[in-house]
């Protein structure tokens, strides 16, 4: 076995939460007097780019209404975390088993996420009985590194906070432009697109999958 670190690139190679979030925009949209509606398939377009800030301006701009895209989309994060603090959710399929492949054969384990730390939180309160904080040697979020270009960064980070080189680490991703951001770091890609992104074609990845497994991880 010759990789050193698995990366997870985004919650939602953890745990599904697309429509969650889809939503906490809905509900932040009605709490500001705003009659907007994303749709399942208007949102899984809107995916394609990460962003919820840049969603709302984008939006605002196609309706033609002003309207203040941090308030609305820190008070969808707001929604969105009470929710998790509410509901116990469970993992995507085989995340756990990998996680225990990963501790059993010494292999670390990273979440390199561009999300909010309230984000990152929220989500390892929802899934605390089944994935711990602890069982990542790295998190990342929106604010751990001071210039943030891209989330190619983090990743970036990630390599030097874990003292590896990129050919040593495999990333896990469940979008197109986010599995972008691994490639730009130069870390090999496994698909995992969730629920809202399986058109996807992936063609930069190793494997496209719906469950991960440890054999998938051992052959490479």
Not at 15 to 37: H, M
Not at 127 to 145: A, R, S, T
């Amino acid at each position: 076995m010759k990789i050193k670190a698995v990366l997870f690139g985004s919650i939602g190679t953890i745990v599904e939460t697309s429509n969650i979030q889809r939503q906490s925009f809905n509900k932040a949209f009605k709490k500001n007097g705003l009659d907007w509606y994303w749709t399942k398939k208007m949102y899984q377009s809107m995916l394609q780019k990460p962003g919820g800030e840049i969603r709302v301006k984008k939006f605002s701009i196609s309706k033609k209404t002003s309207v203040n895209a941090k308030q609305i989309r820190n008070l969808k994060t707001f929604i969105f975390n009470q929710y998790l603090k509410k509901n116990k959710l469970k993992p995507r399929a085989g995340v756990k088993n990998i996680i225990k492949f990963c501790k059993k054969n010494k292999i670390k384990i990273g979440f390199v996420t561009s999300t909010t730390k309230n984000n990152v939180d929220g989500v390892f309160q929802s899934l605390k009985h089944h994935i711990k904080k602890n069982d990542f040697d790295y998190i990342g979020h929106d604010k751990i590194i001071k210039t943030f270009k891209d989330k190619s960064d983090i990743y970036k980070h990630c390599l030097k906070k874990l003292n590896l080189r990129s050919s040593k680490c495999v990333a896990v991703e469940d979008t197109e432009i986010s599995l972008s951001y691994a490639r730009k770091a130069k870390i090999k890609c496994i698909a995992f697109p969730g629920d809202f992104h399986l058109s996807g074609k992936y063609k930069d990845s190793l494997i496209k999958v719906r469950r991960l497994y440890p054999k998938i991880f051992a052959d490479l």
